[in-house]
């Protein structure tokens, strides 16, 4: 995001055509000019497992002076163990699951041997990362319109297309797909030679992963982000499951690139991370709890919440415009995510904080109805 002492006149002789034709990503306000609720960034509340934070200490050390090891080895077998694959040729490791996802569009939606054009689909309303990753890679899409009540009904997903990506829960809605559903649009797009990426962002919120699954189909990608149920987004670590030779496109494209996305610190916090299963998933079942009384405590003041199995809830008042609450709220030192597009432009989504927090949020919500 641009500084306030930024002064760009957004064009240069200088930038390449590439550079000149993007339409970069914005993500959610990091503000510094006061204290906030931070309600917008989807960041966890609570603070990652003290072994994590453990590890990083111990990983700051003499040693920094060496690279990292490129290939993340002890990283990708704890994952692989986590999830019962068969070995650590089924992970792949990237500096956050944006990067992840933008070398899985370069890896597998750019242009392949085809005789025909097929676009990639993506659904209208979700992650805007996945745009602006397809626009950067001249990759075709065509977005899927989601339901009057943001449902991916994923016939629609069933049909001609050089690859499928979903985010599941999806974003900003929070909206979850069954397993059923996308192990079906698994195996057709296996038959059509396609890739789906699940972006499993969310999923540890109370959604079906589709991690047991990579074994039976190998167009299945899996992503998942140590940002949001670990508590790491400061870290920048998520990982990708899939079958070896998947895992392979994606290590092609990074070795192309960058050979040391991750460094020391993040690989040791990580693995603490991904070990410490029991107390990432007592933090999960809190914050979830905390969303179904946010929930009903939004729905007695008379909003409509839209169903989540996420750490976010997606939220409209009937004779509130979103524009007017998100202000109101920011002014209140509450900051939620807000969105001037078409179809969700009177929703705001509402990260899960504490239950602190949420009571906070709540209360200025009412007051202001
Ligand atoms: C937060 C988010 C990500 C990105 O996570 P990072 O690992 O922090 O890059 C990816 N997909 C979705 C849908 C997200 O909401």
Same mark, same amino acid.
């Given at each position: 995001m641009k500084e306030p002492t930024e002064k760009t006149t957004g064009k240069s002789p200088?930038? +390449?055509k590439r550079v000149a034709g993007l339409e970069p990503y914005t993500p959610g306000e990091q503000p510094r000019d006061r204290r906030y609720i931070k309600l917008n960034t989807n960041e966890n509340p609570y603070p990652p497992s003290p072994k994590v934070l453990e590890a990083i200490r111990a990983a700051a050390q003499e040693d920094l002076r060496l690279y990292p090891d490129p290939t993340c080895l002890a990283l990708r077998s %704890? /994952? !692989? @163990?986590?999830? *019962? =694959?068969? *070995? @650590?040729d089924w992970v792949f490791v990237g500096n956050g699951s944006d990067e992840i996802l933008a070398f899985a569009f370069a890896a597998f939606f750019g242009s392949r041997d085809r005789m025909e054009r097929r676009p990639l689909l993506f659904p209208d309303i979700t992650y805007s990362f996945y745009p602006v990753y397809a626009d950067l890679w001249d990759i075709e899409y065509e977005t899927v319109p989601v339901t009057e009540k943001f449902e991916i009904d994923t016939a629609h997903y069933r049909r001609p297309a050089s690859g499928v990506v979903l985010a599941n829960p999806n974003a900003p809605t929070g909206r979850a797909l069954g397993k059923g559903a996308l192990t079906e649009l698994a195996a057709f797009h296996q038959q059509e030679q396609n890739v789906l990426l699940i972006d499993e962002a969310y999923v540890d919120f109370g959604a079906e992963s589709m991690a047991d699954q990579v074994q039976r189909y190998d167009n299945l990608l899996v992503v998942h982000t140590l940002s949001k149920s670990? +508590? =790491? !987004? *400061?870290l920048r670590v998520g990982y990708a499951l899939g079958q070896p030779d998947l895992i392979e496109g994606l290590r092609r494209i990074k070795d192309s690139f960058n050979s040391y996305t991750l460094d020391r610190l993040a690989l040791a916090g990580a693995q603490a991370a991904i070990e410490d299963r029991e107390y990432y998933d007592a933090m999960a079942a809190k914050i979830e709890a905390t969303r179904e009384n946010t929930r009903r405590a939004l #729905? #007695? %003041?008379?909003?409509?919440? /839209?169903?989540s199995a996420a750490n976010f809830i997606f939220i409209r008042h009937p004779e509130r415009p979103g524009a007017e609450l998100f202000q109101a709220l920011r002014s209140r030192g /509450? =900051?939620?995510?807000?969105?001037?597009?078409p179809r969700i432009s009177e929703y705001l989504r509402v990260s899960i904080g504490t239950d602190e927090e949420m009571e906070s949020f709540v209360r200025i919500c009412r007051g202001n109805t």
């Open positions: 200088y930038w +390449s %704890a /994952i !692989a @163990a986590r999830y *019962g =694959l068969p *070995g @650590a670990r +508590s =790491l !987004a *400061g #729905e #007695e %003041a008379g909003f409509e919440v /839209i169903p /509450i =900051l939620v995510r807000h969105w001037n597009k």
